[in-house]
């Protein structure tokens, strides 16, 4: 504990071993000191801005993102990269993928980018991507990108946990349709349609036109009033990247005229909801006690087929409702 | 309900659409309608032989599979394949890998394969395919073989399922550094060197075999007494199918021998604990209650900075233990 306590003071100052060493810590630490770890830095947190970045594989989101962060730091915006791999569980590729992105920024010490790979249980993203972004926040960054690789739900779920959540899209690869039935659309807030050099750019473009015309029943949310967004980029020529740093400042300032707390707040309940199932999992499968003891009688009685687990997990947890 | 009611009767007819319309409401269903199903067919399981196939991509996993599939129908054995893709939310591609795998089987009504893609919320998988596993058992297959596709965390949880869990791994993909790292090599009871007619395949035999020789130090895990068994095959020509079938069998009769019900007590903790965190899931996210409330008080409070995420977590599960 007085390890993490000793982290925390270089963190705050600006350590980057510090800081690298708490997210290690954070992606695979135990719960308690990622419980430490979190009610330690919570208090000194809030004050990054959230951007979240997803998209199918090869529509150049890593060069959106790097092109972001050029722009970003163009701006004296101190910048740090989460680029969230669910479907990997090695940390090589993660590693190599982090010196892939660093290079274009290598020296600037207003940029850090780390990969987070999917460790653990499942779901263990859905409680470690916040905390990694606490982490970064409470580091002092101004901006913390949140990149997603893939294209599945655990990907749409770190999108929506952004204050701001960019959907990049681009012609021929996973078009409208397939973007709508994966539900990435739901979350965007801005859809950029990248590559828009190429054919097709111009359909692509005119298909979401269209389904943000009919609004909600094409997968296109409109939420606290505010109308997705729909830009060209060229990112590997950074063209159209200005217009994407406006469009994102521009939400910023809808949602909070709008109310701000209320994207904070539902994201703080998702938090809380995966941090509670992660916990109630913890206490489950942990070192004998009442309710470990409730669990293998109630695992017993599924196998002698007395009770079906749908029944188990019910009685189970009961005493919560 | 009694849609339920009636679709069961037919199942448990052999009716391969209702079985197919089960299956569809245990993966995208509401909880109501995946309770119903799972207590009334808990009853009637519990006689299929779960067998989990899992590896990296490029290991001839599919291959393995079919191969396999071919050889349980010759011993009369009716066989049910569930594809499990922890990666993909779309069914488009799901239902593609169903057509090309039901191809050699086609027309062979003692077979069934269903491709089952990760759909809704983080963790869903870990509760739906124990489900599909028991209406696939509850529908009189002798045998449901779980195919993973992929490398996460998800694939190593779904192949732990199993009765029996093979890991296939080929030469030069993947090595057995990889999927030691991985974690794959601690769920196999059955090692599977595919593709053994091409070059390195003795070199990745030895290392298997040192790393068996080691035990639990390699990833590779000896558990109720039983050392994994290594074998070669080549399954686009069915080379070492018949021992691959063995192997299962020996396993099957080694863990009757000691102690048959602890690998089926442990599934159903882990399925009981996995139900049970969705069903948390549930009532915090669902229609106002007295924990939804509690709920939304905490994330006001995080959002204030007056607690920690962490501490909100504990505050709203503390009641269970």
Same mark, same amino acid.
């Given at each position: 504990?007085?390890? $993490? =306590? !000793? ?96 290079? =274009? ?7 850090? +980018? ?34 997603? $690789?893939? $294209? ?7 999108? @929506?946990?952004?204050? #701001? #959540?960019?959907?990049?899209? =681009? ?5 409208? +349709? ?11 807030? +801005?859809?950029?349609? *990248? ?5 097709? !750019? ?82 489950? *499968? ?14 017993? @009685? ?14 189970? #947890?009961?005493?919560?409702?």
């Amino acid at each position: 504990m007085s390890d $993490v =306590a !000793a982290l925390e003071a270089r963190l705050v100052a600006g350590d980057r071993r510090a800081l690298a060493r708490i997210l290690t810590l954070v992606e695979d630490g135990d719960p308690d000191v990622q419980r430490d770890i979190v009610a330690r830095l919570h208090p000194k947190a809030g004050r990054a801005r959230l951007v979240g970045i997803t998209g199918s594989p090869g529509v150049g989101k890593s060069s959106v993102t790097s092109a972001l962060v050029t722009g970003l730091r163009a701006r004296g915006r101190r910048v740090a990269v989460l680029a969230v791999d669910p479907s990997s569980p090695l940390t090589g590729g993660a590693l190599l993928g982090d010196r892939i992105r660093m290079q =274009a920024h290598h020296g600037d010490d207003g940029v850090f +980018v780390r990969s987070m790979a999917a460790r653990g249980h499942l779901g263990g993203l859905a409680a470690a991507v916040p905390a990694a972004a606490l982490v970064l926040d409470a580091a002092g960054f101004d901006d913390v990108v949140l990149e997603t $690789v893939g $294209v599945g739900q655990s990907e749409v779920d770190v999108a @929506a946990m952004a204050d #701001t #959540t960019i959907v990049v899209l =681009a012609p021929g690869l996973g078009d409208s +349709v397939q973007a709508a039935k994966a539900g990435i659309l739901e979350v965007a807030d +801005v859809l950029v349609v *990248n590559k828009s050099d190429q054919p097709g !750019a111009g359909r692509l473009e005119s298909e979401l036109r269209g389904m943000l015309e009919l609004g909600h029943v094409t997968g296109i949310a409109v939420t606290d009033g505010w109308t997705p967004l729909l830009l060209r980029t060229v990112a590997v020529r950074a063209e159209g990247i200005d217009e994407l740093l406006e469009a994102i400042e521009l939400h910023g300032r809808a949602i909070a005229a709008s109310g701000a707390s209320g994207r904070e707040h539902a994201r703080a309940r998702r938090w809380i909801v995966e941090l509670a199932a992660g916990r109630l999992r913890d206490v489950l *499968n942990g070192p004998d006690g009442p309710l470990r003891r409730r669990l293998e009688d109630l695992a017993g @009685a599924v196998v002698d087929r007395t009770i079906d687990p749908m029944t188990a997990a019910e009685r189970l #947890t009961d005493r919560l409702s």
